[in-house]
């Protein structure tokens, strides 16, 4: 089972040409194990899952698994539009020993209902046929138009109770997240943001899954093993400092410029067409903002 605590949504750097820098990418992985992180969701929004091909994402985790980033602190993206590619991405990351997926709803066609929802999910489940497979529902209705209501978990975890184990839910909606942890008891509550991280496990979350602890993975880490102290609120009032300045600059834009700085590879500032890489006045402003906070990375 995916570990609780803190997990980061990984960015993908990518090499001039556009192409994914395997040997960067699990760099940039055991990077943030070893500082913070408890688990790692690549293929993500944040990993721009959705601009790279069936056959790019399967040799990104298997490059991954091969540099050694241990399986069962991976939870894979693997939800498409097509019915077909969630399959194909779901089966090969069991085949290689990865059993938890975040799986996006098929988000192209919008105000679908419920019972289209279930009737997808359903046909994944059956079409992958692995009782070791674990689902971890992904809400994220401002990106996809597609959300996972708590009517459509409900009845997920009727039905495959083994495999509707978690849910990161990216909305924002905190009484939505609260209330998902005060209803299904026993599912795995991930915030998709550490503003909540405190707050999230306090109602009985398991963590967060988060874009910016690409950046923030020491300190999230350090409030997820302090959470039950006294100074937990002092660090969750920090983490949010740093998350709102990030906030002001386009997401994957600014991690990618601020893990590039990171490494001093500037090729990983790049993101896929269509994103465009963050402008040169703001990555100063970033950094200097950052810098007054005293943010190390």
Not at 257 to 269: I, S
């Amino acid at each position: 089972m995916l570990p609780m605590g803190v997990l980061t949504a990984v960015l993908t750097p990518l090499r001039d040409d556009l192409s994914i820098d395997h040997a960067g990418f699990a760099e940039h992985c055991h990077w943030l194990l070893a500082n913070g992180c408890d688990g790692v969701a690549p293929m993500g929004t944040t990993g721009e899952a959705n601009s790279f091909g069936v056959d790019e994402r399967t040799e990104a985790l298997e490059r991954l698994l091969a540099a050694g980033i241990p399986k069962d602190r991976i939870v894979i993206g693997t939800g498409c539009s097509a019915i077909p590619d969630t399959i194909a991405l779901t089966r090969h990351a069991l085949a290689h020993g990865v059993a938890d997926t975040l799986m996006l709803p098929p988000f192209y066609y919008k105000n679908v209902s419920d019972d289209g929802v279930y009737a997808t999910f359903e046909r994944v489940i059956q079409g992958v046929g692995d009782a070791r497979l674990r689902i971890y529902l992904y809400h994220f209705p401002q990106m996809s138009g597609v959300p996972i209501t708590h009517r459509l978990i409900e009845r997920l975890r009727k039905n495959y109770p083994d495999t509707v184990v978690g849910m990161k839910d990216s909305s924002g909606d905190w009484d939505n997240m609260k209330s998902a942890c005060e209803r299904f008891p026993g599912l795995r509550v991930y915030a998709g943001t550490e503003k909540v991280l405190l707050a999230v496990l306090r109602a009985g979350g398991a963590g967060c899954i988060s874009a910016t602890t690409n950046l923030t993975c020491r300190l999230a880490g350090e409030l997820y093993a302090k959470w039950k102290t006294p100074a937990a609120d002092a660090l969750q009032e920090k983490l949010t400092l740093v998350r709102n300045v990030l906030e002001k600059y386009p997401r994957i834009p600014v991690l990618k410029q601020l893990a590039a700085d990171r490494v001093a590879r500037p090729a990983w500032r790049l993101p896929r067409p269509p994103l465009e890489a963050l402008s040169t006045a703001d990555a100063k402003q970033v950094a200097a903002e950052l810098a007054r906070l005293g943010i190390d990375y």
